[in-house]
């Protein structure tokens, strides 16, 4: 079981890292979708993030009930398959990705997420949003295949490296009306995390491409500016 263990551990790194939708294929057919549904629920798909804004949508996390009631077709492998890698009858807000990023960086805690011009004297209190137990172990291996896919050699999303380690996976969206969607999630310091970003591009192209050295700026700018404002306190 163990030996089984470390295959698996293996073989997710190097398929995060490199983006090998095989991999997931595999795994979502080994996994199947009644038990994949379950838990993209709990990580918070399919169910609004409850952010103070308006018209905020659930998303849809399909099930084998849900293809027939609303086809009249049975769910087939491909389907499976499809949704292995989000795709398929799978919709998911940007929000929705980057809080279940942050149930993983918060070992299995993600907050409401709120819209903030400026804290000033402000308090914002956080407010637990969705809170599961993940095995350890578990976290640890998602963790450090996501640092791997930005520092390994190869990783895809190589462009996103930076001298403040950060981590995280890129995303290309296909989308039939025109130039795939493009994304990356990222989180920095990987040891220590304090800002998780999304960037999203509509018809952007490839995430890796893209949207990795987005989402490094924003973390450098963030940084840069947290020092600045350090500084002028001290003085």
Not at 114 to 125: A, D, P, R, S
Request: charged share 25%; net charge positive; with cysteine.
């Amino acid at each position: 079981m163990l030996e089984e263990r470390r295959t698996w551990e293996f073989e997710y790194r190097d398929g995060t890292t490199y983006s090998c939708d095989i991999f997931y294929y595999q795994t979502g057919l080994l996994v199947k979708v009644k038990k994949m549904s379950n838990y993209a629920k709990k990580f918070g798909f399919g169910s609004k993030t409850l952010i103070d804004l308006d018209g905020e949508k659930e998303g849809l996390v399909p099930t084998e009930e849900w293809k027939r009631a609303k086809t009249g077709i049975h769910w087939f492998p491909g389907n499976t398959i499809q949704m292995s890698i989000g795709q398929g009858y799978l919709l998911a807000t940007p929000l929705q990705m980057l809080n279940s990023y942050n149930v993983i960086i918060n070992n299995g805690i993600a907050y409401k997420p709120h819209v903030v011009k400026f804290l000033g004297n402000m308090e914002v209190k956080p407010e637990g949003l969705i809170n599961f137990n993940i095995r350890g172990d578990t976290l640890e291996i998602v963790k450090k295949s996501l640092w791997e896919a930005i520092n390994r050699a190869g990783g895809t999303g190589w462009r996103a490296k930076s001298n403040f380690s950060i981590a995280g996976k890129t995303a290309t969206i296909e989308n039939p009306h025109g130039l795939s969607h493009a994304s990356f999630i990222g989180f920095s310091p990987f040891n220590n995390p304090e800002i998780s970003i999304i960037a999203f591009l509509e018809s952007g192209g490839g995430g890796g491409e893209i949207a990795a050295p987005i989402v490094k700026n924003i973390v450098e700018s963030y940084f840069k500016l947290k020092k600045e404002r350090y500084a002028k306190r001290q003085h």
